[in-house]
C-alpha cells in the first residue's frame, strides 16, 4: 500500500475564478473596494483599533515590495496613529475609561 498523495485537476483551484483567501476582497490598500473613513474620530475605539490592524497587515505587505510601502498606504497608518494618540488609548487596557 502506498502512501502517496494523489492530486487530481479536480483539486485545482479554477483559474477563472478569483484567487487569494476571501478576506483578500476587504483588502485596506489603495485600489480597496472598502472606503477607507472620511473622518476617524466618528469611528469607536473598536472600530479604529480594526481599521489599525487591516492598514498595519497591509503595510507589512507592501515592505516587501522592492519600491515600499505605497504612499496611501502609508498616509492612513499616519492618520490612524495620530487618531489613537489623540485619544490616548495605546497603554490604557482594555475596558479602563479612565
Do not use: C
Not at 90 to 97: E, H, I, N, Q, Y
Amino acid at each position: 500500500m502506498s502512501d502517496a498523495l494523489t492530486v487530481t485537476s479536480d483539486d485545482l483551484p479554477d483559474p477563472s475564478s478569483p484567487s487569494g483567501p476571501p478576506e483578500a476582497a476587504a483588502d485596506p490598500g489603495p485600489d480597496s473596494v472598502d472606503a477607507f473613513p472620511p473622518d476617524l474620530s466618528r469611528l469607536s475605539l473598536v472600530e479604529l483599533h480594526v481599521w489599525h490592524s487591516r492598514i498595519s497587515g497591509q503595510l507589512s505587505q507592501d515592505l516587501a515590495d522592492p519600491a515600499g510601502p505605497h504612499p496611501t498606504t502609508r498616509d492612513r497608518h499616519q492618520e490612524l496613529v495620530a487618531e489613537l494618540d489623540a485619544r490616548g488609548t495605546w497603554l490604557r487596557p482594555p475596558g479602563d475609561a479612565t
